[in-house]
């Protein structure tokens, strides 16, 4: 009995229990039908309050997101995929969008929309997000450390945008992630070596950011890395050997940082990689062998400190189609073994100390630039480089080289930059150069090239720079030589011959033309008013000088009627007349030898002059005191002080930053400036420096765009340098003196900011110790009678030392100061990039563009047209090629002050953009907004891309 109500008890309670389950399941079932109502509420809610979708456009419909392009939710209509790429959706802030409630988000990809703000904490409780992309936008603040939460991610993509701080430590957390982009940011403070626990990484890129510290050795655990790029940063210390493990690497990029040390031996472990690039840093010691790295397609380390011979393994690597090993201290011959080298296509190593022959290459008939100038190198030039039929670009320039110009030059068809300028070239220029129809540049100069010019030149209708002055030229230019020139010839240079007859008159007026130090006679062309700038000087010209400001003309004190010295018939002696006949003989021969051998050793100085950056002169020339550097002070003070009155304040016309300048006329009746320091700033040592600081770097420089240093003083009781006079006084007084402001008219305007970037690039590139300004403003670039530019006051300039840190401290004009000076304190190049970008805006705008540079981070830049910013005293021009110019302008000026200094072009690069022909543009200049010239786009298009 007690059995049996057992069981029935039990019957009744495994009832009681199934009934209870029952119920709880409804319940289950209940909130499990409300749970996604509620959801899916939230997060259409979130859209609409948002503001990044037009709901007041009449197709919007918020029931139907799911059928959104941007928009994919998972079968009970939960968005898990929002992904707005380049869309109308375009320059929201990021907070807009309530992320918290989209608990089933897995993939966010918002690129290049113009996201702004920051990067919400509140993306960390995504925990299911497996792909975070916000490429190319506007974002600032910091990376949340609240990154590290999501676990789950495999894509992670910051790149291109403006975050700053530290990288975070917790994105070590994120062990899941197979790519890590932050390329292009302001990020800074060290490389976490937390990053070492990110072992299923193939990609990471901190490219172009603002990183300090070491390369942490924990980078060397990310073994499954098929592209690791660190480029463009300030990293310092040694490549760790760790990175060496790397061997399934495809792709190496270290440029642009400060590493030091030498190029591991370990990295010969990475059999895999196809471009390796350590350019731009501190490295030592030799380089490797790496012979065994047969991948590789592409090569650069250049700018370095790297010495030795250059292996004969390298040209084992025969997939090669880029080589560069420019600006190093590789010495010794160039590898015969570079002839395997069939893919190459770029071949640079100049600015080295490579001595021995060019090796036979005829066969790399890929090659498209080849640069092997600034070396020592001698011999012949091969006339198989005339089989490189592909090269566009041939750098020979500052060796020494010998013999004649190779006559299977006229096969390189595709040819656009010849320089082989600086050597010891003789014989005379082959009647077959006319055939490089392509050639933009052909540079020649200071050589030992004699003959005459041939007719064929004339056919190089693309040529823009011309220039073989310093030869040994005669004969008389041809009555068509000009006919090719037109706007877009920069320069024409036949200057330091022994050219003589009549001056041809040009069909179209270019920009210079230097026919000065030559034997020219006749009369001067009115025709050559039409030239932006003519010196003619030191020639024997007869007759009226036409009346334009352009021309620079002054004869000769002697000069020889070469129009009647012609070479006579040689008739027989006479009888008796023996002693007279051997003297007819011997006479002339030994005066052309003299003459000859002098030639010889003046060009050889010269050659080394320039070469080497030296060369200081203490003598007079034809009574004038100042046509030569450091002259003596003493003969001079006497003429200095009757000019000035004793520098009288009437003589006065500025002051500087540690002197007065006055203008004096010297008793030879040259005009030239004078900027003294005054007593008691000589007993001030900051003044004193930068005033010897400025005799030392003009003293070494020459340059058509700087201002022309005549001779200094150093004497303990005054001390003052004589410059160039400028008529015009500098940019800042021109621009805010309306009549000279509208008489420098937009094609002055455009070739001012021209003169000021080559000035620039040869302090940056072409000096032997990169020279940087640190103070380039309006003030202190000065302009001549003809309106062409000068930099001038170098008294902040400063020698670039590559073993040295460079910091400083904050030096230059408010307004035109880098704004990475406020927290680096490194001088580099680009400091003096930022500064000339505000100069150009400053000469388009016709006033300091302080209220565009507060604009250029800010949503109201893309509705600003350029045509509204430009110097409304001007009429805008009808010329097209005038029109793509201040297009180009401006589009220089604002790369150049990109905010980031590792995305700004290289003054190199801005003065090359120049040069290039523009094709017309579709978008009339009214079209055309602040916003577009800041696109990577037209960027391209103007070459000024930082590569």
């Known amino acids: ?130 792909h975070l992309d916000l490429y190319s936008n506007a974002l600032g603040g ?130 895999q990689l196809k471009y390796l690039y350590i350019s731009r840093n501190k490295i030592q010691g030799f380089i490797p062998s790496i012979g065994n790295l047969t991948h590789l397609q592409e090569l650069d380390f250049s700018n370095n400190n ?160 011309l220039n073989i002055s310093y030869n040994i030229l005669f004969g008389s230019l041809h009555s068509n030589f000009f006919q090719w020139a037109n706007y877009n010839t920069f320069l024409i240079d036949l200057s330091h011959n022994f050219i003589s007859g009549e001056v041809p008159s040009p069909y179209e007026n270019f920009q210079h033309l230097y026919l000065n130090n030559n034997n020219l006679t006749g009369i001067i062309p009115q025709s050559l008013c039409d030239i932006d700038y003519v010196d003619i000087s030191n020639n024997c010209f007869k007759g009226p000088i036409p009346y334009c400001t352009n021309i620079y003309t002054r004869n000769k004190d002697e000069c020889i009627n070469t129009s009647i010295r012609k070479f006579q018939p040689w008739s027989p002696p006479k009888r008796n007349n023996k002693v007279r006949h051997n003297l007819v003989i011997v006479l002339p021969v030994i005066i052309i030898l003299i003459i000859a051998l002098s030639l010889l050793v003046c060009l050889k100085l010269r050659h080394s002059s320039i070469k080497n950056n030296h060369g200081i002169t203490m003598r007079k020339r034809n009574g004038d005191l100042f046509c030569i550097l450091n002259y003596d002070g003493k003969i001079a003070y006497d003429d200095i002080i009757k000019a000035t009155e004793d520098f009288d304040i009437r003589y006065c016309i500025g002051t500087g930053a540690y002197g007065s300048v006055y203008k004096a006329r010297l008793p030879c009746g040259k005009v030239v400036a004078l900027k003294k320091l005054h007593g008691y700033e000589a007993e001030i040592s900051s003044f004193d420096e930068s005033f010897r600081n400025e005799v030392r770097i003009l003293s070494e420089i020459k340059h058509r765009h700087i201002v022309k240093l005549y001779g200094f003083c150093l004497h303990k009781r005054v001390m003052f340098l004589i410059y160039q006079y400028m008529e015009r006084g500098s940019l800042f007084s021109i621009l805010y003196d309306d009549a000279e402001a509208m008489e420098f008219n937009w094609r002055k305007r455009v070739n001012f900011v021209k003169g000021v970037a080559f000035g620039l690039s040869y302090l940056h590139h072409d000096c032997l110790v990169p020279i940087v300004h640190r103070d380039i403003s309006s003030g202190n670039i000065l302009l001549n009678s003809e309106w062409e530019a000068s930099v001038a006051d170098f008294g902040r300039a400063r020698l670039l030392q ?71 005293r001007l009429s805008l021009p009808n010329n097209d090629r005038v029109l793509r110019d201040i297009i180009r302008v401006a589009a ?38 602040l916003q577009q010239l800041m696109s990577h786009e037209l960027k391209a298009l103007f070459h000024i891309v930082n590569l």
């Open 802 to 872: 590559y073993e040295s840190s460079n910091r400083t401290i904050v030096a230059g004009t408010i307004g035109y100061i880098a704004p990475e000076l406020a927290y680096t304190m490194v001088v580099n190049e680009k400091c003096d990039v930022y500064s000339f970008g505000v100069v150009a805006l400053e000469t388009l705008v016709g006033r300091h563009p302080g209220d565009i540079l507060a604009l250029l981070q800010s949503t109201s830049i893309q509705d600003i047209k350029l045509c509204e910013v430009l110097d409304q």
């Open 1 to 130: 009995m007690n059995f049996k109500y057992s069981l029935l008890y039990n019957f009744y309670d495994l009832k009681m229990w199934m009934a209870f389950l029952l119920s709880w399941s409804l319940i289950i079932e209940i909130q499990s039908s409300a749970t996604p109502t509620s959801q899916l509420q939230m997060e259409a809610n979130s859209i609409l309050k948002s503001g990044w979708w037009n709901t007041s456009d009449a197709q919007f419909n918020i029931s139907r997101r799911c059928d959104w392009p941007a928009i994919s939710c998972n079968k009970d209509g939960s968005i898990y995929e929002i992904n707005i790429i380049s869309t109308s959706i375009y320059y929201v802030n990021f907070s807009a969008l309530n992320l918290s409630v989209f608990h089933n988000l897995e993939s966010l990809v918002l690129s290049s929309i113009g996201l702004h703000g920051v990067v919400p904490k509140e993306i960390g409780l995504l925990s299911k997000l497996t």
């Open 306 to 465: 790297i010495q030795g011979i250059i292996p004969h393994a390298l040209g084992f690597l025969n997939n090669l189609t880029r080589l560069d090993l420019s600006y190093n201290r590789l010495n010794g011959n160039l590898p015969l073994s570079f002839a395997n080298l069939t893919k190459l296509e770029y071949l640079d190593i100049s600015n080295n100390k490579i001595q021995g022959f060019i090796p036979s290459i005829g066969n790399l008939t890929h090659l498209q630039e080849l640069d092997f100038s600034n070396n020592n190198i001698q011999g012949f030039i091969p006339h198989e480089l005339g089989f490189l039929n592909n090269l566009i670009t041939l750098g020979l320039s500052y060796n020494r080289l010998n013999g004649n110009f190779p006559l299977s030059f006229a096969n390189l068809t595709k040819l656009e930059y010849l320089d082989i300028s600086n050597n010891f070239l003789n014989g005379s220029l082959p009647s077959n150069l006319g055939q490089l129809t392509n050639l933009k540049m052909l540079q020649l100069s200071t050589n030992f090239i004699h003959g005459t010019i041939p007719i064929s030149v004339t056919n190089l209708s693309q040529l823009e720079n």
């Open 892 to 929: 220089i000026a604002f790369a150049c002050l990109n905010l980031n200094p590792c995305l700004r072009p290289t003054m190199k690069i801005v003065s090359q953009s120049f040069v290039i022909e523009l094709p017309p543009f579709s978008i009339p200049l009214t079209g055309i907004s």
């Open 142 to 271: 910091e990376i949340p450390p609240s990154l590290g939460n999501l676990t789950k991610l495999t894509l992670l993509g910051l790149s291109f945008n403006n975050l700053k701080g530290d990288l975070p430590p917790s994105l070590g957390n994120l062990t899941k992630l197979t790519e890590l982009d932050l390329f292009s940011n302001a990020l800074g403070g060290e490389i976490p070596p937390s990053l070492g626990n990110l072992t299923k990484l193939t990609y990471l890129s901190l490219s172009s950011n603002s990183l300090v510290g070491e390369i942490p050795p924990s980078l060397g655990n990310l073994t499954k890395l098929t592209h690791l790029s660190l480029s463009s940063n300030s990293l310092v210390g040694e490549i760790p050997p760790s990175l060496g493990n790397l061997t399934k690497l495809t792709h190496l990029a270290l440029s642009s940082n400060s590493l030091v040390g030498e190029i591991p031996l370990s990295l010969r472990n990475l059999r």
